[in-house]
Antibody, heavy 130, light 109 residues
Framework: QVQLVESGGGVVQPGRSLKLSCAAS????????MHWVRQAPGKGLEWVAV????????YYADSVKGRFTISRDNSKNTLYLQMNSLRAEDTAVYYC???????????????????????WGQGTLVTVSS | SYELTQPPSVSVSPGQTARITCSGD??????AYWYQQKPGQAPVLVIY???ERPSGIPERFSGSSSGTTVTLTISGVQAEDEADYYC????????????FGGGTKLTVL
């Protein structure tokens, strides 16, 4: 069965770095786009970043652009999120999520848009606090 | 920046029909997806591409689209459907981004 297991969360001081991992199993990891989505305590979902199945394209939310880096190692079936210059507002549960095959699309203007997220990990909590 | 607007809360009695809306100017041109999230759990996809239901999701969950509003309908609501529901979509710009609505708390009375 499909499993996504995040790790690497914890308490970190503002301005410091942290690297999250997401170990995938039960499917051909190298065939799927992967995302990070976060949820601040008591708040809604916020998309963070995406990486194409082969790592060829990466996109970020404006709130993390220039500070966070998404990457993957298909030989290890693992997704990563390197988070630098952390801020208090980055405090959240971070989920990795798989993009549902066949649900991404190109809109009428020819721009590629995200598909749905069909599997999610259980999340890892990142707390940024001094 | 682009936003998807959901009502903060919806309440229904068991067996009734719950309708949760999500509004956004780009929705006529972009697909919407819906997720259910129960406390302490990860979200679960319940509708994709406006109205498609993933395997394993009960038939009482359905989705529809009309103009700038998409709607998640839960027919014959059960106590276990009490959860937060989020819509997801995209804007019409050339920038790749993913937008979530603010979420709707469904209460089963």
């Amino acid at each position: 069965q499909v499993q996504l297991v995040e790790s690497g969360g914890g308490v970190v001081q503002p301005g410091r770095s942290l690297k999250l991992s997401c170990a995938a199993s039960g499917f051909t990891f190298s065939s799927y786009g992967m995302h990070w989505v976060r949820q601040a305590p008591g708040k809604g979902l916020e998309w963070v970043a995406v990486i194409w199945y082969d790592g060829s394209n990466k996109y970020y939310a404006d709130s993390v652009k220039g500070r966070f880096t998404i990457s993957r190692d298909n030989s290890k079936n693992t997704l990563y999120l390197q988070m630098n210059s952390l801020r208090a507002e980055d405090t959240a549960v971070y989920y990795c999520a798989r993009e549902f095959t066949g649900t991404y699309y190109y809109d009428s203007s020819g721009y590629r848009k995200s598909g749905a997220f069909d599997y999610w990990g259980q999340g890892t909590l990142v707390t940024v606090s001094s | 920046s682009y936003e998807l607007t959901q009502p903060p809360s919806v309440s229904v009695s068991p067996g009734q029909t719950a309708r949760i809306t999500c509004s956004g100017d780009a929705l006529p041109k972009q697909y919407a997806y819906w997720y259910q999230q129960k406390p302490g759990q990860a979200p679960v996809l319940v509708i994709y591409k406006d109205s498609e239901r993933p395997s394993g999701i009960p038939e009482r969950f359905s989705g529809s689209s009309s103009g700038t509003t998409v709607t998640l309908t839960i027919s014959g609501v059960q106590a276990e459907d009490e959860a937060d529901y989020y819509c997801q979509s995209a804007d019409n710009s050339g920038t790749y981004t993913v937008i979530f609505g603010g979420g709707t708390k469904l209460t089963v009375l």
